[in-house]
């Protein structure tokens, strides 16, 4: 930093008037903060405000807990601390206040580093979430340097990787070759060494930042070990963003079309508030104290479950199914008997309801925005059905009158624009959804250690007693 501004300082000295005013401009606008000073500034700031919040409210209710809750999956219980994310059943996901429109707008994307490509990149949604705050270019472009400079795996964990079998579901695969990588954690070692409770956060940090980076190299190896796609070769371009290095690694580096929706489905898929399988495993994991690694692993483990993440892969297989049986111009009328069918058998129709949303989901209409854009999606047959589909779907489900929104989530969507692309592999699809979770689920965690927030250990009660409770 000190020598930069020096540097600039002399260089300036010696421009003509014109150049002076840009460069000064350059230097006034352009922040080159780390992450972690960027992240450092904040802990006080938030540390402070929860210590005031609790002396003010601590003792104000958020709600009744009725017996429903107990038995339905503790929907609505305002019972968690979650920093990055807000989830409106009627809105949508704002992160820190923005929602994916006001990110797609305020975020830098590709182009603004000088890459191929519109997206606004995953690095840009990773700082927003940790810091609150827009990044600029630089300090994008910094987090993307530093992101690249340490995401090459061990050879432990590439030997560990490729001695499972190709049969292992990817996911399984995937968490396994995370939790492996706490070999290395700094925070595991650092509580070993006794460092204090304050300084947790610090290591946290660092083992998140060191996770992230190595994700794609991870997923990359497992793509080709099983299914032989991609070089299996950790090429890293330091010059190249996050993305860019893992589409490369898996063969897509010339295709900027999926690249860029990597891109965009990576940034969007991050955080979707602190309730769902994943992200509340995390930090239930590390509530323990666990690392950041096993505390990931365990919630790609519940990504990896069909209700949750692997709904993508679901969706794939149902759309092609569909496509095959009523043909690639199907009308509404044949996709609602499809519809149909699915639900006669007692099958979910995947892709469609959500937990908390009452509304199409804002990442599907997101990534139906990109295909719009895209010449080379706007034609294809998959694509063209999911997109018909989702505009049938709502009625026919609440005219079977169960799910609670009918409307198509973001998994709707996300898996045909893969497949258009040429990745066919359906059950490799929540892997990349589990590259995406970890930019949100990691800041938290980062967040918890700050916030010195406790060991998570809610009551559970027997049916027994809680019938002696009720009718005490
Ligand atoms: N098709 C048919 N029935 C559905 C349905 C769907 N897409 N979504 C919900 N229902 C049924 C649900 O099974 C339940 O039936 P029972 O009373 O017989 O158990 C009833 O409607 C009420 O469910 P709900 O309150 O509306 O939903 P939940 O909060 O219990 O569950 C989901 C939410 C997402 C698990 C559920 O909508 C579902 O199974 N969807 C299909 C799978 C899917 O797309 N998952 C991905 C979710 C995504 F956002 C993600 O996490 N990646």
């Known amino acids: 930093m000190i020598s930069l501004t020096i540097n600039r300082a002399a260089m300036r000295a010696a421009m003509p008037a014109r150049q002076q005013l840009a460069a000064s401009q ?10 972690k000073d960027a992240v450092a500034e904040v802990v006080p700031q938030k540390q402070e405000q929860l210590k005031k919040f609790r002396s003010e409210h601590g003792d104000k209710s958020l709600g009744d807990i009725k017996v429903e809750n107990l038995i339905g999956g503790m929907r609505g219980l305002k019972v968690m601390l979650w920093e990055g ?10 992160f820190h206040g923005k929602s994916i429109p006001d990110c797609e707008k305020v975020l830098p994307g590709a182009g603004d580093l000088g890459l191929q490509g519109k997206e606004m990149l995953p690095e840009s949604m990773l700082w927003l979430l940790l810091t609150g705050n827009v990044p600029s270019k630089e300090e994008v472009k910094g987090l993307s ?15 560990i990787i490729d001695s499972f079998p190709k049969t292992l579901h990817p996911m399984t695969q995937f968490a396994g070759a995370v939790g492996a990588l706490n070999h290395d954690s700094k925070f595991a070692q650092g509580y070993k060494d006794g460092i204090k409770k304050t300084e947790y956060w610090k290591p946290t ?47 897509y580096g010339d295709n900027e079309g999926m690249t860029d929706y990597l891109r965009l489905y990576i940034a969007i898929h991050g955080d979707h508030e602190g309730g769902n399988v994943s992200a509340h495993t995390a930090h239930l994991v590390g509530s323990a104290l666990s690392d950041p690694y096993l505390s990931y692993s365990a919630a790609l483990l ?12 679901e969706v794939l297989g149902w759309a092609l199914g569909m496509q095959e049986k009523v043909g690639k111009n199907a009308s ?19 892709g469609y309801g959500h937990a908390v949303l009452r509304m199409p989901d804002p990442r599907f209409s997101a990534l139906s925005r990109f295909c719009d854009t895209r010449p080379e999606l706007k034609n294809s047959s998959i694509v063209q059905l999911v ?24 998994d709707a969507a996300s898996g045909c624009v893969l497949y258009e692309y040429g990745l066919k592999e359906w059950s490799y699809y929540t892997v ?23 060991i998570e250990r809610p009551k559970s009660m027997s049916l027994d007693a809680l019938e002696a409770f009720v009718k005490k």
């Not at 509404?332 to 995947?350: A, M, N, Q, Y």
């Not at 997109?387 to 973001?410: F, W």
């Open 26 to 35: 350059a230097v006034r606008y352009a922040s080159t903060k780390s992450l």
């Open 85 to 94: 994310s807000v989830l409106d059943a009627n809105t949508g996901i704002t």
């Open 145 to 159: 340097e530093e992101l690249a400079a340490k995401g090459k795996l061990p050879s432990y964990v590439e030997k």
């Open 205 to 251: 940090l660092d083992d998140s930042i060191d996770l992230i980076a190595k994700l794609p190299a991870i997923a990359a190896r497992i793509y080709y070990n099983v299914f032989g796609r991609g070089d299996g070769v950790q090429k890293i371009d330091p010059k190249k963003d996050l993305i860019g290095n893992y589409s490369e690694m898996i063969g």
């Open 302 to 313: 519940g990504l990896a479950g069909p209700l949750h993440g692997l709904a993508n892969q």
């Open 332 to 350: 509404e009328e044949d996709i609602k008997e499809f519809l149909w069918s699915t639900l006669k058998s007692g099958r979910v129709v995947p």
């Open 387 to 410: 997109q018909k589909t989702s505009k049938v779907a709502p009625e026919v489900l609440k005219e079977h009158g169960k799910t609670k929104n009918p409307y198509p989530n973001v």
């Open 432 to 454: 990349i959804f589990g590259i995406s979770r970890a930019i949100g689920a990691l800041p938290q965690l980062v967040m918890d250690r700050a916030l010195g927030l406790p």
